[in-house]
């Protein structure tokens, strides 16, 4: 299934994408793509329902709604850096012996299509394609990786934008880098685990003004998703609907000579495969 949220900011109604003009509304029977829902089984409640009434024609056309992220806002969302070896060699950093863990302010979630706005005294800001990790039930202490498949929910496009300044030149701290307002796009659907035949088999893209400047491959990750779930269930627990973004490809603006940053009047254009496409205008500080 494809889980989509539509409709203005903080009133999205919760549908499941039939194809690209054809969606079930299944906001009748779910509040939201939250935590009660995925905590309580819900993808397994409505995959019959979304089976029946599209089966009948009981369908809906989309018409231009904005569409917000697939999910509510998570109880948290978490980061693992230098996911990829080829990106990783682009910083001039190590490969890490484990995952590089830090957290991102949920309240940075926004749709894939929404502004996003560089924040005050920035002078470094950036872009990061990833694939985006939702959990399904409330996860802790795994016993082994395989578990972790269960507790996957699905995968969802964000845009893990980032100021370097921030993150690097301010006590080394990457949340104050990561969590400015608008920094997590993500969508435009969550894809459960079913409809991805190898989810270290996405090719992955993000393009700056047209110019081509993220082209890359989940195959190239260093821990892959399951490992990732079961490392981060060994140090805390893991919520139903969080949100792990899990490292992004080369390409980003920090890695070029001299480096380039996102300004105002930009325009950034992202996809996945099987995951879609985003687009965002990049805006000035309030």
């Known amino acids: 299934m494809f889980l989509m949220r539509i409709g203005a900011p903080g009133v999205e109604k919760p549908v499941v994408r039939i194809s690209d003009e054809t969606y079930v509304d299944v906001s009748d029977t779910v509040a939201d793509f939250d935590e009660a829902f995925f905590g309580s089984g819900g993808l397994d409640r409505i995959r019959s329902l979304v089976t029946e009434r599209a089966a009948v024609g009981q369908v809906s056309r989309f018409a231009g ?15 693992i850096g230098l996911n990829y070896r ?17 957290t991102k302010s949920p309240n940075t979630l926004i749709g894939p299509h929404d502004d996003v706005r560089i924040p005050r005294g920035s002078t470094k800001p950036d872009w990061e394609v990833e694939l985006g990790i939702v959990i399904g039930k409330r ?35 990457w949340a104050k880098g990561k969590s400015a307002e608008t920094f997590n796009p993500a969508g435009p659907w969550l894809a459960t685990p079913d409809e991805i035949d190898d989810v270290l088999a996405l090719g992955m893209w993000l393009d700056v003004n047209g110019v ?11 821990f892959d998703p399951c490992f990732i779930v079961h ?56």
């Open 139 to 173: 996860t802790g202490y795994l016993d082994s990786v395989e578990e972790a498949r269960d507790a996957i929910a699905g995968y969802v496009l964000v845009n893990d934008v980032s100021e370097r300044a921030f993150q690097m030149e301010r006590g080394g701290q």
């Open 231 to 286: 490392y981060l269930s060994q140090f805390l627990v893991l919520e139903p609907g969080d949100l792990i973004n899990t490292g992004t490809p080369p390409g980003v603006g920090m890695g070029f000579t001299p480096p380039v940053w996102l300004q105002p009047g930009d325009v950034m254009e992202l996809g996945a495969d099987v995951l879609g496409t985003q687009r965002q205008n990049v805006l000035g500080p309030r």
């Open 212 to 222: 081509r400047r993220q082209d890359g491959n989940t195959k190239t990750m260093i």
């Open 65 to 79: 709604e904005r569409i917000g992220a697939p999910i509510a806002r998570p109880h948290q969302i978490l980061c």
């Open 86 to 102: 080829d990106h990783a060699a682009e910083t001039g950093q190590a490969v890490p012996d484990e995952p590089i863990l830090f």
